[in-house]
């Protein structure tokens, strides 16, 4: 299924109450957004999640459905409120107290990509910043609520794995001496986003691939998973954190030459997580 905002792909058969979902792999780049950023083409990627849509695409096959975001998250950031403009950037903004996310440029139409480089020159109207939220934000969250709405309906409890990567130098400064460099971050809001038996089954999943997983540090988890998990109400969501170079050449944006074989592996750690959904789901219907 397409859409200006998103592509959304279902299974064959809706066989698990997963529902997969990436908001930060869009890469289709508007022209005159491009023209109007001081940052040349491969700059302005920098924040994009790249290749995250397809290490995720085999979720269908698996009976899970998968949400894609089309618009790149320096263009709309769909992991972040819309109320979380950022007055540095948007025309008639008044600042409300302090929001760590917008003050540092990474509001939900951002001020600037990785390393705090600026995207323009000046400041944006805020009809623009509307239409933005209008035509990508709010179809992607609609369409997301109602996923999640449908796996509820039909299974009684609904698992939402938001899928992102990381920067590898984001896990510099976490890494503990002599301990493994975790390659994976699950972010459950510090239990509050998930059910704790469900996170422990993602990361068992994770782990029994071989990858190293760590919780909440140092990303617990943003908006889509502080809005959308709701365990007393049988509504879980899971971030998922993928270091990058795992499967990508960070400085060109590329494949490198281990992405099939991670794309594979993956794809072993996707069935077991959609897996959970089918046994979930005849729990929920007692």
Known sequence: MSNPAFYLFHPARHLSSVVFASPHSGHEYPEGFVRASVLDRQAIRSSEDAFVDRLFDCAPAFGAPFLCARAPRAYVDLNRSPDELDPALIEGVRRHGHNPRVASGLGVIPR???????????????????????????????????????????????????????????????????????????????????????VDRVEAALVGAGLVVSRNTPFAGAYVTQAYGRPSRRQHAIQIEIDRRLYMDERRIEPNADFEAFRALLRGVIAEIAAIGLQEAPLAAE
Do not use: T
Not at 161 to 170: L, N, Q, T, V
Not at 171 to 185: L, S, T, Y
């Open 112 to 198: 600037v990509v990785s390393n705090g480089r600026a995207i323009y020159r000046g400041k944006l109207p805020m009809s623009e910043a509307q239409a933005r939220l209008d035509a990508h934000w709010r179809p992607y969250h609609a369409a997301l609520q109602d996923l999640l709405d449908q796996a509820h309906h039909r299974f009684g409890e609904a698992i939402l794995i938001d899928c992102h990567s990381m920067p590898h130098e984001a896990m510099d400064g976490v890494a503990r001496r002599g301990a493994p460099r975790p390659e994976i971050v699950l972010g459950d809001r510090f239990g509050a986003a998930a059910n704790g038996g469900i």
